[in-house]
Structures are given as structure tokens and as C-alpha cells.
């Protein structure tokens, strides 16, 4: 049975071009990250709560590094060696909770 394409491992030209799409996501060998500003701790605290209520939903769960009034969030795929598209849907899906 063949992997899902979701759950494969992403070529560079792959990960270049979904890297276009995301707002202030940057890559570091294997990993995609974003660090998010808020108003104070409650509002990192909550976002990070929501965050990891969307990461339980897609079985996909991020690195998470808070501060006072930020949110660092980092995606990768350990089960490909790197980066698949899961973590950019999940990327993606963390981006809307910051819209909102």
C-alpha cells in the first residue's frame, strides 16, 4: 500500500513552493517555524491552548516554545526524516487561528 502523499517526505522544490503560501514561516534543515507576537501572556497561553486543540484533532503536533508575549511553533515530520505536507496543513490551520 502506498503512503499517502500527506505523509511522504517533501523534495526541496516541494517544500519551497508550499513555503510561499505561508506568511512569516521560514525552514531550518528539516524543520518550518513561525514565532507569533501577542499583547501579553494570556493571549500566547491561548493560542497555544488552541494550537494544540487543532494539533489533537490532526494528529500532528508541533514543537511549542512560549514566552511572555510569544509563540514560537515548529513543525516536522519525524516518522519521513523531515518535512511533509501535514505540517504544512497544520502550518496552515495555526495561521488561521492567529486571523481570527
Known amino acids: 500500500m502506498a503512503k499517502s502523499p500527506l505523509r511522504s517526505r517533501l523534495t526541496a522544490i516541494e517544500i519551497a513552493e508550499l513555503l510561499r503560501d505561508l506568511t512569516g514561516w521560514s525552514r531550518k534543515g528539516g524543520v518550518i517555524s513561525k514565532t507569533y507576537q ?47 505536507g501535514r505540517d504544512f496543513v497544520c502550518a496552515t490551520k495555526v495561521d488561521s487561528l492567529f486571523k481570527l
Open 38 to 84: 501577542f499583547k501579553n501572556y494570556h493571549e500566547a497561553m491561548a493560542f497555544v491552548n488552541a494550537t494544540a486543540w487543532i494539533s489533537h484533532r490532526s494528529d500532528h503536533h508541533p514543537d511549542i516554545v512560549l514566552g511572555y508575549n510569544q509563540c514560537q511553533v515548529n513543525y516536522t515530520s519525524h516518522d519521513v526524516g523531515g518535512l511533509s
